[in-house]
């Protein structure tokens, strides 16, 4: 299984952004997936998952309403649309993918098996 996170970038307030994971050496539609971010001496924390079939979605508080998470199994690709973006959304965003999962995205950083290497995120204000 290899994942490829893409998209991020310096971003000023407001701005939007469209990261994208890419998944390869597996069969996509199998895999529940999640994005998750790390700050710079923070824990990494959950930001939005999306079930097996794309229909179920969640969010952290935090990015309730200016994140939109979803998902192309045709095209073994899944995104992660910020809007209005913030200066606490820097951070180093990942993409994570476990088979165990099916109608729900878990939100705990050891529910997932596979991980991307990460794309930094920074927005200035």
């Known amino acids: 299984v290899q994942l490829q996170a893409s998209g991020g970038g310096l971003e000023q307030a407001g701005d939007s952004l469209r990261l994208s994971c890419a998944g390869s050496?597996?069969?996509?539609?199998?895999?529940?997936m999640a994005w998750f971010r790390q700050a710079p001496g923070k824990e990494r924390e959950f930001v939005a998952g999306?079930?097996?079939?794309?229909?179920?979605?969640h969010y952290a508080d935090s990015v309730k309403g200016r994140f939109t998470i979803s998902r192309d199994n045709a095209k073994n690709t899944a995104y992660l649309q910020m809007d209005s973006l913030k200066p606490e959304d820097t951070a180093l965003y990942y993409c994570?993918?476990?088979?165990?999962?099916?109608?729900?995205?878990?939100?705990?950083?050891?529910?997932?098996?596979?991980w991307g290497q990460g794309t930094q995120v920074t927005v200035s204000s």
């Open positions: 050496r597996l069969t996509f539609s199998t895999y529940t």
């Open positions: 994570a993918f476990d088979q165990r999962f099916s109608d729900y995205a878990p939100s705990r950083p050891s529910d997932y098996y596979y």
């Open positions: 999306v079930s097996l079939s794309g229909r179920s979605t």
